[in-house]
């Protein structure tokens, strides 16, 4: 059974006390020959036992839509935790302990940020067009008008994603010189591209669109 062996990824960014968080692959035997909708479907069990063995399965679990915009949402009371997906949103902030935030990605990256001074945690998704529109410095903008965040104390994760030669753009670091733009200072990224590990990762690209997804998971502890 898929949910046997679940290739749950920890990043040494934000493997802290405070924080729980993981980075769901390839989940082995799921056929996610199918479009996107069919294979979050025959994805959904693996997905949830992730988070039920991270210990999140009792959190209200929040997503976005994923539209490529710059949208960011602020989860901060109940209203927010239905519907999910949010709608038109391609990230997530919240400060609620009782909140598990979710992106998925393939190929795009998850760009997970964490202030650890005021405990406020983001989730953003992020591909070459949510990049080009600059979401993640929307993101720690929003951080710091929202939560008091001062850029210098974040923490961010970026996800495995594309990268050349198999894209032609390295959206990957042009986010981290977003991030550092606005005044980040700690900026993780261990340089690992999904369309070259089809074994561990899905890939859009490789896959021409017909790939399941992985699903970032990040929580205040």
């Not at 199918?34 to 959904?44: G, H, N, T, W």
């Not at 693996?46 to 839509?65: C, I, Q």
């Not at 939560?147 to 198999?166: K, N």
């Amino acid at each position: 059974m898929a949910t046997d062996f679940l290739p749950v990824e920890r990043f040494a960014a934000l493997s802290v006390p405070d924080l729980v968080h993981g980075f769901v692959g390839r989940v082995p035997g799921i056929d996610v020959n199918a479009d996107r909708a069919a294979a979050l479907e025959r994805l959904e069990l693996p997905h949830r036992e992730a988070r039920r063995k991270l210990g999140l399965g009792d959190r209200h679990f929040v997503t976005a839509e994923q539209v490529h915009g710059r949208e960011v949402a602020l989860i901060e009371s109940d209203r927010e935790f239905a519907p999910s997906p949010l709608a038109g949103a391609d990230g997530l902030l919240t400060n609620r302990s009782d909140v598990c935030l979710g992106i998925y990605v393939a190929d795009c990256c998850a760009v997970a940020l964490y202030d650890p001074v005021r405990r406020a945690i983001g989730l953003v998704h992020a591909g070459k067009q949510g990049t080009d529109l600059g979401i993640a410095r929307v993101a720690i903008q929003k951080m710091r008008e929202c939560f008091g965040t001062a850029p210098p104390d974040l923490v961010v994760q970026l996800s495995p994603c594309i990268r050349p030669p198999w894209y032609e753009v390295d959206f990957a670091s042009t986010i981290t010189a977003q991030c550092r733009a606005e005044g980040v200072v700690r900026v993780a990224d261990e340089g690992i591209c999904t369309a070259a590990n089809p074994d561990r990762y899905y890939s859009y690209r490789r896959e021409k669109g017909r790939t399941g997804r992985m699903l970032a998971l990040l929580a205040l502890a």
